[in-house]
């Protein structure tokens, strides 16, 4: 019942808004400069005192060729030789931070990030996962969730089962488009054959979960072709699909302004991509998670979204929300209890910071107790498509209807519409509104109003 959409095309027109992912909230648009180290000392103390697990994220920035499509932190470059100076400060940061815990906050959850974590090189990869495992509490019984991105085009057999080695047991596949014409027009020349080869190794070295990334709204994509990649996608069968929405900000992105915005798909085309692609999914036993996601039946996050245990973090969605994140590496975020703090985006800054035993906490937020009501709404509905009014009033001693009267006018509009079911005691986010739920999410957060909607994108 979970997975079940209703494709509603004037609804979507309607709803179809710019807005945040909420892979948290506040947003880190809310992000200041007030926060430092200090107000992350404090979390980290915190954090030990309650011995809460860990999940880790590393960002690894660094990529051999530019993707004109990519919004990540990156930096490009051929020289392999520029890691080095990186995972001297990394390794320091790690060491910094790690002070602050105790050795018994085991890492239920790892994730490399980037940029392409494969741009390392073997030696560095196994010198970085054991200065990991010297000052964090990593499992070695392959039950924590250890996962990395992969560039096809920057792995091989051997450098999969280094990573296997190392104790990853999950991967991410970026893959985007399988079109040639598609691919030359982002820069990002990637055969079947090379994805393929990767997964066969994934499979073979019993990797327990294979993702692959997509994106819909690429130049020169068409209904037609991009539905001949996600054909042959279904045919690798990986236990995850994500499929994203491009966002076309090149005032933004400067890579992006080398994409020619006249080859760029029109709405009604994007639309039909994104129509087909969830038929095709849906026909090949896929279930939508919500958010761009979608799991086969038996995948972690399908159990805990029938189970109502699933969350959302900065790294989308997961099963360990109730972890402490730490993030680690330039411009990475983390979330211990109720703060948020990220690093310094500017690489040469990060590092110097470092180079003078400093942490590179560059901004950041802590929640009020107005932002954890509405953290734990938004993420109920994200998460569950439902929301439990009585669940929510127990845990925050309100009158949630009290609370949120102002709103109650935009929620009765959107149950008109078909959107949700709403009734004194709950919302239920309905079939035609599951693909909308963010614009549900969108009432409740109370910042939205002062923020530049151009800096988000489209909910489709």
């Given amino acids: 019942m979970l997975d079940a959409i209703r494709w509603d095309t004037d609804l979507i027109r309607r709803y179809d808004l710019a807005g945040p992912r909420y892979t948290s909230y506040p947003t880190a648009v809310q992000f200041n400069s007030q926060v430092g180290t200090f107000d992350l000392f ?6 030990r005192k309650a ?9 690894v920035p660094f990529c051999a060729n530019i993707c004109y499509y990519c919004a990540c932190n990156k930096v490009i470059t051929k020289d392999r030789g520029r890691a080095l100076p990186y995972l001297q400060r990394l390794e320091q940061e790690i060491q910094l931070i790690a002070c602050h815990l105790d050795p018994a906050q085991k890492v239920e959850q790892l994730h490399f990030g980037g940029g392409t974590p494969t741009f390392l090189s073997h ?3 196994r010198q970085l996962m054991a200065h990991l495992r010297k000052h964090f509490n990593l499992l070695d019984d392959d039950s924590g ?13 051997s450098t999969m089962g280094l990573l296997r080695e190392l104790g990853f047991n999950r991967v991410s596949i970026g893959l985007q488009d399988l079109d040639p014409a598609v691919q030359r027009a982002v820069n990002r020349l990637q055969s079947l054959e090379e994805t393929r080869a990767v997964i066969d190794a994934a499979r073979t070295l019993q990797f327990r979960s294979i993702n692959i990334d997509l994106i819909y709204g690429l130049p020169k994509q068409t209904p037609d072709n991009f539905a001949r990649t996600v054909e042959e996608v279904i045919s690798l069968q990986p236990d995850r699909l994500s499929v994203f929405n491009y966002a076309h900000l090149p005032e933004r ?11 760029l798909p029109s709405p009604t085309q994007k639309l039909e991509m994104l129509q087909r692609t969830i038929e095709q999914l849906t026909a090949a036993g896929y279930r939508y998670i919500g958010m761009d996601h979608f799991a086969l039946p038996d995948d972690e996050l399908a159990i805990a979204q029938e189970e109502s245990t699933l969350q959302r973090n900065f790294q989308g969605y997961t099963t360990h929300g109730h972890c402490d994140l730490i993030g680690l590496g330039v411009s990475a975020i983390s979330q211990i209890g109720d703060l948020y703090c990220q690093n310094s985006s500017d690489l040469n800054h990060y590092q110097n910071t470092l180079a003078g035993a400093q942490l590179a906490t560059s901004r950041g937020l802590v929640c009020n107790a107005d932002d954890r009501l509405r953290r734990a709404v938004i993420q109920q509905l994200i998460c569950n498509f439902s929301l439990d009014f009585a669940e929510i009033e127990r845990s925050f001693n309100i009158d949630f209807q009290g609370y949120f009267g102002a709103l109650w006018p935009q929620l009765q509009g959107m149950a008109q519409d078909g959107l949700i079911e709403l009734d004194r005691e709950r919302i239920n986010v309905l079939p035609a ?3 909308l739920v963010r614009s549900v999410c969108m009432v409740f957060d109370a910042y939205l109003e002062q923020q530049n909607r151009q800096r988000f994108s489209r909910v489709i």
């Fill in 253 to 263: 992105f400067m890579p992006q302004r080398r994409i020619n915005g006249n080859e």
């Fill in 42 to 47: 404090h979390a980290l103390r915190d954090s």
């Fill in 145 to 157: 969730d250890y996962g990395i991105e992969i560039d096809p085009r920057e792995a091989d057999w």
């Fill in 123 to 125: 030696d560095e990869l």
């Fill in 51 to 59: 011995l809460r697990p860990l999940s880790l994220y590393v960002h």
């Fill in 433 to 435: 509104g599951r693909l």
